[in-house]
Nanobody, 127 residues
Framework: QLQLVESGGGLVQPGESLTLSCDAT????????IGWFRQVPGKEREGVSC????????EYADSVKGRFTISRDNAKNTVGLQMDSLKPEDTAVYYC????????????????????WGQGTQVTVSS
């Protein structure tokens, strides 16, 4: 069973940066595409970024393009999300999820597309 644990969230001021990590145990991430998602109370979960299993395909939501960078280190079984120039509207609980297969997706029925989810980490951007 694959288990995912997010870390790195916190409280920052607008314009500052945070780096989130998604650490996997139980199985190697070599065969899993990984996505980062976020959710605020009362709203649907939103796709932020995702990366294919071998790292050759990356997607970003328009709202984070140019500010967020996703990366993966399969040798360390981890996926990171570097978040720069943070804005108050980036405030949310951030989740990572794993999908067995090469390709990732930010759209669709996420609960059916992704097989494993972490517990989430809170990111708050406020002055």
């Amino acid at each position: 069973q694959l288990q995912l644990v997010e870390s790195g969230g916190g409280l920052v001021q607008p314009g500052e940066s945070l780096t989130l990590s998604c650490d996997a145990t139980g199985r190697t991430l070599d065969y899993y595409a990984i996505g980062w998602f976020r959710q605020v109370p009362g709203k649907e979960r939103e796709g932020v970024s995702c990366i294919s299993s071998n790292g050759d395909t990356i997607e970003y939501a328009d709202s984070v393009k140019g500010r967020f960078t996703i990366s993966r280190d399969n040798a360390k079984n981890t996926v990171g999300l570097q978040m720069d120039s943070l804005k108050p509207e980036d405030t949310a609980v951030y989740y990572c999820a794993a999908r067995r297969g090469r390709l990732c997706s930010l759209m669709g029925d996420l609960s059916r597309i992704y097989d494993y989810w972490g517990q989430g980490t809170q990111v708050t951007v406020s002055s």
